[in-house]
Structures are given as C-alpha cells and as structure tokens.
C-alpha cells in the first residue's frame, strides 16, 4: 500500500515539474540591434545573435524551454544559419524558431528591389531585338548601377547531372518568373540528328555536343544572342535535359549543342521535343525575363496586375543548417528566394519543421542526409560523401546502393506547404541498409506542388532512401515526373493523395523504385492515385521497374491513374490486395524481362548478385527479415513469382492483366463495369457504402478511410497548408 502511495506522489509530483519548468524567449525583429537585450520592446537584429544567446543560456538553464519569436519582416541570410550541438534542446526543453503570433516572417536568399527601379526600354539595339509587340511593355532594372554583379552561370540541368544551384532568378509579386522561351507552352520536334553526340551512358565521354535539324522559322530572329539554351527530352521520355546551343546555323537550319546528354540525341518519338530560352528576342507573355549579364541589365514583362515587389536570387549555400542538432523547432516561417535549398539536416535527432512555406527555391525545400561531390558526368560513379549538397547522389547511389547518408533519425517535416521549386521538393534520408536500422523519419501532413520549375524528371516531390522513413497525409501533385522516387526499405506510404503527376514523358511511375531486389519491405498503405499520365506515354501509379521486389501495396483506390495502373517488370513478392481500380484501360502489366532482354542482371557477377552481396543478403538482418531473399539465386531469379493480385476491385477496367499466368497468383478479385456502392462517382468520393455489392462479393474487404486520406486539418492551428489545393488544368 505504501508503494503505492509513493507512486501516486510521484505522478502528482510529475505535472507540476512540467507546469514549473523554466521558459526563456528572445525576440528578433528587423529593426532591432544585436546590442538590445532580446526582449519584446528592444529585440535583436539578427537570427546569429539570438542563437548565440540561447546557446549560452542552454549551459545555464539546461531545462529552460527556448522559443526565439521573429517579428514580422524578411531577414536576408547571405550564409547558412547554422546550428549544431551546442545549439540544441533536449525532449523536455526544445528551442523553437518561431514567428510571433500570426505575423508574416520570411527567410529569404535574394534582395528586394523597388518596383520604381523598373522603367520602360529605350535602348535601341535592345529594342529592335524585342518582337513589336512587347516593345513597349517590356521594362529594364539596371543591375549595375543598383551593386549588383553576382549574377550566377547558367549550368546544364537534367538526367545523372548533380543538383546544381541555380543562377539568379526574378520572382514578382512573390512568384516565379520564367526565362524568356519559345516556344511558350508547347515544344519543338527534333529534326534529322546529324550526330547524336557523346553518349556518357555507353562510356563515351569525349564532350562532344549533338546536331540535329529543325524545320521551324523562328530561330531566325536568333542571330544576335550569344547565349542561347535548350531543354527537353532529347532520347527518352524519362530523361530530361537543359544544354547550351553552340552553333545555330539559320541558314542550313541546324542546331548545335555545347554538352552532351547521357543519352544522346534521336528523333521521331512523339516526346522528342525541345524548347529554346534565355532569349531577349522572345520576351513576350507576362512573367518572362532575361538577364544580360555582360551589360547587368535585367528585362521583363511584369505579371498581369499591379508590379507589387521584384525579388532576385542571391544565396546559393542552404538558408539553415541543422547539423547534429536535436531538438530544434521551426515554426511558421517562409523560406524563399534563394538559388539553393530552403534547409539542410544532417545527423542528429527529433527536429522538427512544422506550419513553414517553402517556395520560389532553386533546387529542393529540405535535403536529410549528406550528398555526393562527382567528377564529370557520368550515369554511375563513386564520389566523395558532401555536407550541405545533393550533387551527384543518386549516381553515387547506383554503384553504392548502402551508402548511409547520416540523416539522422526522429525528424518531421510536417504540416508544410512547398511550391514553386526547382529541382523537386524533399530528399529524405534516414536509416542503414546494411543493419536495417530505421531512421524514422517523416513528411507528414504536407502539400507539395510545381515543384519542377527547372528540372522535370526523377526531381520528385518527395525522393525517399535509406530504411524505415515515412510519407503519410500528404498532397503531392502538379508534376511533370514522378511524385515519389524510393530506394531502401521498410519505408511506409500512406494516406496521401497523388494526382496530376507524370503529366509529361515517358515510362515513368508517380511512384517509381526498381533495379535492386534487396529493396524490400517497403508498403505502400490507403492512398488515393487520381490523374495520372499524359496523352501519349506509358506512365504508371506504382511502377515496379527492373527487378524490384517485396512490396505490399493494399487500400488504395487508383482512378485514371496512367496508361497502366502498375508495372511489373520481372520481380518477384509484389503483394496487391484490398485495392480498388477505376476507369483504366490495364490494371497491371506484368513481365519476364529478367528473361530477356535484362537478363544480364541476374547473371553470375552481375549488377543483382552485387547488390545482394552488398546487404549480406543471406546473414541476419535480411535473412530474418525477408526470408525468401536467401534463396534468391536458388529460386529461378530471372522468372517472375509470388506476385499475388487478390481481394481487390475493378470497375470499368478494359485489362485485368496482360502476362502469364505463371508471373502471378491471380485470387479472387471483384471486376465490373458499373458502380459497385461508391459514397459519389462523380465526386471521386470512392468510400463504399455499407450496402456496396462488394461486400458481398469479397466478405474479407475492407473499407477503404477515404476520409482519412490527404492533408489532415490541424485542430490547433488555422495555417494555408489546408487550403483548397490549386486548380489543375486535367490532360484527360
């Protein structure tokens, strides 16, 4: 009895510790000075500042709980905002950075320049290379004049290049502006290739540009800019590019680049397109510029309505850096404008960064993990493990599929909004390979969009590695690539609405893995797949690609998502039940292909035993966690076996499947052509009712949460993350 009354006086003891703990705020204000105390009435000018106090207070308050309050206003950073250990909470103390109440606080990378700066053309070599019409619209900032010279370099983007920064770009009225282009929304096709250029992915690196025809007017007007670039899909539909144009011959009609594409150039497919920009000749819609940056001078076409501001990118390096932090909390801050990423995290555990924007940024939002410094453009390679970039990591990644990227674990991105980036939106790392320790970390709760303004392809909203890291209740639309790319295992995907992905290329999945079959585990739970694919290209929802193996794929619901809801190329243990398929001309295409022509994978020494060998694939971990894998080479590896397409729905499916039956077990699965018991067809509310047929028919399926599913409304807080998504133009 007496033990138990200690107890009870212990967990009376226990609120009250927390009710008394120590609480310590700072304010930050862009009007205060370093020199004030930090508080309300005479805060401190700088983000540094406020750190460096909280860090000396942290060795005298060790329990204090810190929260740095930012007063409304845009604080420039020219460097990372760095914090470490020394700069760290602790479980029961965090240190949060927050903005103060409900007021607007943007860390920004770029400068701000007065919209009065911008006045009407009246140079007239500049003029006469402008087209009539937009003459007279067209404004000019000089930049020189202004102090500004670090204007960046232009760089190739695309398929196996490094995640670069970006030059300067124009953002007005807080949105991105684009490059002077034409076409303006659509592309050109590539002529007769007179030569394709090196070819990287067949060894080839002797940098020799492409040539080809082209059997349009247009360039014509070209002959006074020096700096001319191209950008689309020069060989396949998955595999973008940007390339500066060494040569244009108007005369003869052809066109010649300065670099190489991995793949080289070919004409004839329907996606074999380009487009030209960073062109002064072709400024004409709202919203596009160009910089001359021999002269300084900066011109463009304002955005249709009042010019209310004009930004320019300025900082390359990350806006923060949390490296082997703990316990740090952003919180309803903008971070913007800048040529690099919004955040960088590296080791350390539990940071957070919660109700934030990230928008207008040259490559990602937020990268967990250290990226790789690469010589060279190459598909594959080693190179050097890099804090602070993203580089050439998944070329790295290729050749060192264990590569532990010292992520960290415990972090949440969450409830965010991030759009308007170049590159992709998070590359979220966590966990080992080898000893299948988890990272456990998520993006929870977010709405991520537009987030390819420079990069369209394998640049995802989210790209997921590592082990046992998780993207629930999210939106991720808007795209013209993948929505998700994965590698690692024991990841989880689930509640998250897909739509609008992959609206442009070619064999390509809005969630897309393979090529590895150590990759298991990994589980793809209740989302909802809607819109997705283009007109002309075979995209997929789930795309199981070359091998890949060990996924279980259950409740979800895929409506018009591609060409073929789900592509299984040749693995093996793919596991799909309780789903429902809706309007789609195939539901899975399976095949052997492990037996043709990507049999070299599974050959003695080949790329699969390398890959296996690399996770000691028949030893514990893997061995206990994924049984089968040990017999992998025992077991016919090249025959696709144990995928299982069970207790699922189909309505209106032309194709259930179009392999053998050998490559599948195919159960007992509900098809029709009708509406089986949806809560509203109409609405893509796809809940069964409590009266569907489909109970009847599979007694063992369960209702699918659809409410459940996507951004979640916070209860504590009203934030724009819940807003109603942006309205999408459908392709079908």
């Not at 105390?37 to 860090?55: C, I, N, Y």
């Not at 951004?711 to 504590?716: A, F, M």
Request: glycine share 10%; charged share 20%.
């Amino acid at each position: 009895m007496k033990l138990n009354h200690f107890f009870l006086f212990l967990l009376f003891l226990l609120p009250c510790t927390v009710a008394g703990q120590k609480q310590k705020t700072y304010f930050v204000s862009v009007s205060g000075k370093d020199s004030n105390p930090g508080t309300l009435e005479k805060p401190f000018a700088t983000l540094q500042k406020a750190r460096d106090v909280v860090s000396s207070q942290r060795k005298l308050h060790q329990d204090a709980v810190i929260t740095v309050f930012l007063r409304q206003g845009s604080y420039f950073l020219a460097q990372s905002f760095v914090l470490d250990s020394l700069n760290s909470g602790t479980k029961q103390a965090p240190i949060t950075y927050s903005a103060y109440q409900n007021e607007k606080v943007s860390i920004t990378g770029g400068i701000t320049i007065s919209p009065g700066k911008a006045v009407p053309v009246t140079n007239r070599n500049v003029l006469s290379r402008l087209l009539p019409e937009a003459r007279s619209r067209v404004l000019q900032v000089n930049l020189k004049a202004l102090g500004i010279k670090n204007y960046g370099t232009i760089q190739p983007k695309g398929f196996g290049r490094a995640y670069t920064t970006t030059a300067m770009e124009l953002f007005c009225n807080k949105e991105a502006m684009k490059p002077a282009r034409w076409p303006n929304d659509s592309l050109v096709p590539i002529g007769k290739v007179i030569d394709p250029g090196s070819i990287p992915r067949n060894g080839d690196f002797s940098h020799r540009g492409g040539k080809f025809t082209y059997n349009v007017q247009r360039p014509a007007r070209w002959t006074k800019a020096t700096d001319i670039w191209i950008s689309g899909f020069f060989k396949y539909g998955y595999a973008d590019d940007a390339v500066k144009i060494g040569n244009l011959d108007t005369t003869n009609k052809t066109l010649t680049t300065v670099q190489e594409t991995m793949y080289g150039f070919e004409s004839g497919k329907i996606f074999q397109r380009w487009y030209a920009f960073n062109l002064l000749e072709e400024i004409d819609e709202p919203g596009e510029y160009y910089i001359d940056r021999e002269a300084g001078m900066l011109y463009f076409l304002p955005p249709v309505g009042k010019l209310e501001t004009i930004e320019l990118s300025l900082t390359e390096e990350p806006l923060v850096v949390m490296e082997n932090a703990a316990y740090v909390q952003f919180k309803n801050i903008i971070f913007e404008c800048s040529r690099g990423m919004g955040a960088y995290i590296e080791r350390g555990r539990a940071n957070k960064i919660d109700h934030c924007t990230f928008r207008n940024l040259g490559m990602v939002a937020v990268s967990l993990g250290k990226g790789i410094q690469m010589d060279g453009f190459q598909h594959t390679g080693t190179g050097q493990p890099t804090s602070r970039i993203i580089g050439n990591l998944y070329g790295h990644l290729y050749d060192n599929t264990t590569f532990d990227r010292e992520a960290g674990s415990g972090h949440v991105i969450s409830n965010c909004q991030i759009y308007n980036t170049g590159a992709g939106g998070i590359i979220l790392g966590g966990g080992n390979r080898v000893t299948l320790q988890r990272g456990d970390n998520q993006v929870v709760n977010c709405r991520i969009y537009n987030f390819n303004r420079i990069e369209r392809s394998y640049k995802a909203g989210v790209n997921i590695d590592g082990v046992g890291n998780v993207i629930r209740n999210c939106e991720i639309y808007n795209c013209p690539g993948s929505a998700i790319l994965l590698h690692g295992n024991d990841h989880l995907i689930e509640y998250n609405v897909i739509h609008d992905a992959v609206k442009d290329g070619d064999d390509m999945g809005a969630i897309y893995y393979g090529r590895d079959p150590s990759e298991l585990g990994n589980k793809v739970k209740n989302n909802f797949f809607h819109h997705i694919g283009n007109e002309h290209g075979v995209i997929m929802a789930v795309y199981h690609d070359d091998g890949a193996c060990g996924m279980e794929v259950t409740g979800n619901v895929f409506y018009k998502a591609g060409s073929r809801n789900i592509m299984i190329g040749g693995g093996n243990d793919n596991v799909y039940r309780n789903n429902i398929f809706i309007d789609c001309p195939l539901a899975f295409h399976l095949d052997n292909r492990l037996m043709g022509w990507a049999k070299g994978f599974v050959a003695k020494d080949g790329l699969y035993e390398k890959r296996l060998k690399a996770v000691n694939y028949q030893q514990a971990p893997y061995s206990e966690r994924y049984p089968s894998i040990s017999n992998y080479f025992k077991d016919n590896p090249g025959l696709p076996k144990r995928n299982f397409i069970e207790g699922n729905v189909f309505v209106n499916v032309k194709s259930l499947h179009n392999g053998k039956p050998e490559w599948s077990y195919i159960g007992k699965n509900f098809i029709l052509n009708s509406d089986p018991g949806f809560v509203d067809y109409e609405k893509m509310n796809f809940e069964l009712l409590p009266t569907s047929e489909v109970y009847k028919q599979l007694p063992e399926f369960v209702n699918i949460p659809f409410s459940q599913i996507g951004v979640q409304k916070d209860q504590n807080k009203k934030s724009d993350v819940y807003r109603q998504p942006v309205r999408t133009r459908r392709l079908r």
